[in-house]
Nanobody, 123 residues
């Protein structure tokens, strides 16, 4: 499986963006999917994750109530809806896939990574 993230851009604080991650390959539904982000000069940070069948999600406290992850296994996509964006949400956002079907916030649990898409939130 290969992943391609898109949808990043420049948005004002309080605005919304929708990131998408498209997967190639036939085994997308076998992967739990997650979003991570990395701000300039900082370590990669967990954002949210969803299990294979969309039945369970886990979201970081820093974005809970503002960000929502969803997936469409038929279309082989995972989406991150980001609302009420803040300047501190500025980062490169990465989608990732894990063959382990549980919600992990650890980057090393994810074997497959997309190339990242930049989100910039202006104040």
């Amino acid at each position: 499986v290969q992943l391609q993230a898109s949808g990043g851009g420049l948005v004002q604080a309080g605005g919304s963006l929708r990131l998408s991650c498209a997967a190639s390959g036939r085994t997308f539904s076998s992967y739990a999917m997650g979003w991570f982000r990395q701000a300039p000069g900082k370590e990669r940070e967990f954002v949210t994750t969803i299990r294979r069948s969309s039945g369970s999600t886990y979201t970081a406290d820093s974005v809970k109530g503002r960000f929502t992850i969803s997936r469409d296994n038929a279309k082989k996509t995972v989406t991150l809806q980001m609302n009420s964006l803040k300047p501190e949400d500025t980062a490169v956002y990465y989608c990732a896939g894990s063959s382990r079907n549980f919600n992990s916030d650890k980057a090393y649990m994810y074997e497959i990574w997309g190339q990242g898409t930049l989100v910039t939130v202006s104040s």
